[in-house]
């Protein structure tokens, strides 16, 4: 139980392009979902935490309109990279948790983006 | 505030010998500890979790890690290494009231044939 995709898995784009990664849980309701940027051979860092139906919380020193994210139902949140430069490139990550204080997160197999 | 320090960026095991993974935490309140896993270019699989139950946590694939409070540590073993376990391990404390996770810096682990 507790599945959580991603999709794509993999995108290339051009720079200027938006780009759009979905995060879904298929088998729970994910009241909070969280995103994280992961560098090659780093640790995960968080970019926001959402909660369904409200605006997403952002890290300090992540660009909100940059990084748009979107938590419009218990099972479905989107992160949209608006004018995606090579320096977006990564390794995009989301977890799902169902609310609870201290509860598990259940991660997204990743979706690497590549911008050329 | 909270944190979170895996000792080792590295650490290499032969097959069949025990492997001991090493996290020490900093936190104001009681802690919530995750060890996750990760293999090359895949999402994070969650191994065990500690959260104010029994010390000793057991968890998939053989691992298990004790919490002790008096050592702020939650250290990660598995009686013998099996190929299969080389990956990045992550120690992960949750933040009280705000659910969100700090990560340690990872530790890599090599088996050997």
């Known amino acids: 139980g507790a599945v959580v995709s991603q999709h794509p898995s993999r995108v290339i784009c051009k720079s200027g392009t938006s780009v759009k990664i979905e995060c879904r849980s298929l088998?729970?309701?994910?009241?909070?979902m969280f995103w994280y940027r992961q560098f090659p051979k780093k640790s995960l860092m968080l970019m926001a935490t959402s909660n369904e139906g409200s605006k997403a919380t952002y890290e300090q020193g992540v660009e909100k309109d940059k990084f748009l994210i979107n938590h419009a139902s218990l099972t479905l949140s989107t992160l949209t990279v608006t004018s995606a430069h090579p320096e977006d490139s990564s390794f995009y990550i989301c977890?799902?948790?169902?609310?609870?204080?201290?509860?598990?997160?259940?991660f997204g197999p990743g979706t690497r983006l590549l911008v050329l | 505030a909270q944190s979170v320090t895996q000792l080792d960026s590295h650490v290499s095991v032969s097959e069949g010998t025990p492997v001991l993974l090493r996290c020490n935490y900093s936190s104001s309140y009681s802690p919530s500890l995750f060890w996750y896993v990760q293999h090359p270019n895949k999402g994070l699989q969650l191994l065990l979790k500690?959260?104010?139950?029994?010390?000793l946590v057991k968890g998939i694939n053989g691992f298990e890690a004790e919490f002790k409070k008096s050592e702020t540590s939650f250290h990660l073993t598995k009686p013998s290494a099996h190929m299969s376990d080389a990956a990045e391990y992550f120690c992960v404390v949750s933040t009280s009231g705000t659910y969100k996770y700090i990560f340690g810096t990872g530790t890599r682990l090599k088996v050997l044939a």
């Open positions: 977890s799902g948790g169902m609310g609870a204080i201290q509860e598990t997160q259940y």
């Open positions: 500690y959260t104010s139950a029994a010390t």
């Open positions: 088998d729970f309701q994910a009241t909070t």
